[in-house]
Structure formats: C-alpha cells, structure tokens
C-alpha cells in the first residue's frame, strides 16, 4: 500500500529553522516526482515546492525562494523540505504529495497528485 509519512515539523521562532521529511513507502519512490504543499487555517492549500523524479528539477513558489530547499535521496525513499528564515507567514500544515512521470518535470497542481501524506505541523511564532 503506497503511504507517504511527513516528519520533522514543530514550534519555532521567526528566523530559525526546520527540516521536514518525507518517507515514502509502497511505491517505487524513483519514478515520482514529489510535491510539498500548505494549508493555513481558512486558506487554499498552495505549492511551496516541487521536486522531479531525479532530483533534476526543483519549483519554489516566491514567496520561499531563496529560505527553502527540496532534495531527495532516491535510495532512501524520502524527500526533504529544508526550511530557512522562517517566517510568521510560514505557518501551516505541511503535506508531501507523490505523483509518477515519466520524465524529471516538477508539477505544482495539487489536482496532479495522487498520493498525500497526512500533514506536519509547522508553526512559526513572532
């Protein structure tokens, strides 16, 4: 059975840090391209980043670039969400998401991905 489990999120402080994590089991993780996405209380669940099968092609949406970085470790089974900087604005609940391809593109719709995890809390305090 295909599972996606999110770890590493937590409390911290504007302008510190924190790593997520993103284990995948069940399928075979190097054709998938992985997705990172967000939902904050009363909002739309948004990409923060993409990352391509192979780890080529990587998204970040404006608001992260240049604070987070996606990266995977295909014989691992698991993609990473480094978060730098954080920021306030940054609080929400994080989800990975898989989608298989073909090719090393990245994908931003949530609509293209069939396998989420169940979410890592991340909340950033002023």
């Known amino acids: 059975q295909e599972q996606l489990v999110e770890s590493g999120g937590g409390l911290v402080q504007a302008g510190g840090s924190l790593r997520l994590s993103c284990a995948a089991s069940?399928?075979?993780?190097?054709?998938?391209?992985i997705g990172w996405f967000r939902q904050a209380p009363g909002k739309e669940r948004e990409i923060v980043a993409s990352?391509?099968?192979?780890?080529?092609?990587?998204y970040y949406r404006d608001s992260v670039k240049g604070r987070f970085t996606t990266s995977r470790d295909n014989t691992r089974n698991t993609v990473y969400l480094q978060m730098n900087s954080l920021k306030p604005e940054d609080t929400a609940l994080y989800y990975c998401a898989a989608t298989a391809t073909l090719s090393e593109n990245y994908y931003s719709g949530p609509q293209q991905y069939a396998y989420w995890g169940q979410g890592s809390q991340v909340t950033v305090s002023s």
């Open positions: 069940g399928l075979a993780f190097s054709r998938y391209a």
């Open positions: 990352i391509s099968r192979g780890g080529f092609n990587t």
